[in-house]
């Protein structure tokens, strides 16, 4: 079965650079949530998409941005990166049918900011 | 305080062993209740899911939801190695975004 796609898997960046981060949702999948997971943490909520609307909001720094494009694919932009943005992200995707809480993971980007 | 609390374990048990792993969770708006499994440096894969109170069962894994006590337990019976991973509890509120509220998860290593 398909399943959600992340890229790149690793990325490497050094401060106050910008990095772009990709989701490709699993297929008829309309919501996207984007976790962040720094080292021995549990995932955060940073945003999440619902038909190419924000839906909600979390703990998502003003540097950051993300939108959800036509093809429900969604991006995390992410400016003047501090080494503090080191940590995986992860996109899941779910459907907002029946069970929007059945979400699944992606393999998660390793951001690396030196 | 955390939404929800998780013991980090270690655990570390023999294969065949019953585990018992748990979630305490401060806010009582929490109606979907998940446990996810994550192994090193991979994705968390979705394991179970509930919905209210109750128990699920589904093969080796049992979930239980107490409501009235705010706590959650996924129970594996006849642990292999390769359940070897750290297991994260999720929770989710009715309506709005659905957004997931995890626990720090626990590492478990079943030894052979």
């Known amino acids: 079965a398909a399943g959600v796609i992340q890229s790149p898997r690793h990325l490497i960046k050094e401060k106050r650079e910008t990095a772009t981060l990709k989701c490709y949702p699993i297929?008829?999948?309309?919501?996207v949530y984007w976790y962040q997971q720094g080292p021995g943490q549990d995932p955060q909520f940073l945003i999440s998409f619902y038909e190419k609307m924000q839906s909600d909001k979390g703990s998502i720094p003003d540097r950051f941005s993300a939108q959800q494009f036509s093809d429900y694919h969604s991006e995390l932009n992410m400016s003047s990166l501090e080494l503090g943005d080191s940590a995986l992200y992860f996109c899941a995707s779910t459907s907002r049918g029946p069970s929007p809480w059945e979400q699944y993971f992606g393999p998660g980007t390793r951001l690396t900011v030196t | 305080q955390k939404e929800v609390e998780q013991d980090p374990g270690p655990l570390s048990v023999p294969e065949g062993a019953i585990v018992s792993l748990n979630c305490t969770y401060s806010n009582s708006a929490f109606q979907y209740f998940m446990w996810y499994r994550q192994y090193s440096r991979k994705g968390p894969e979705l394991l179970m899911y509930t919905y209210s109170s109750g128990n699920k069962e589904d093969g080796r894994f049992t979930a239980q939801v107490d409501k009235s006590s705010k706590y959650i337990s996924l129970f594996i019976r006849d642990s292999q190695p390769s359940d070897s991973a750290t297991y994260l509890c999720a929770m989710s509120a009715q309506g709005g975004s659905e957004k997931l509220v995890f626990g720090k998860g626990t590492k478990l290593t079943v030894n052979p």
């Open positions: 297929p008829r999948h309309d919501t």
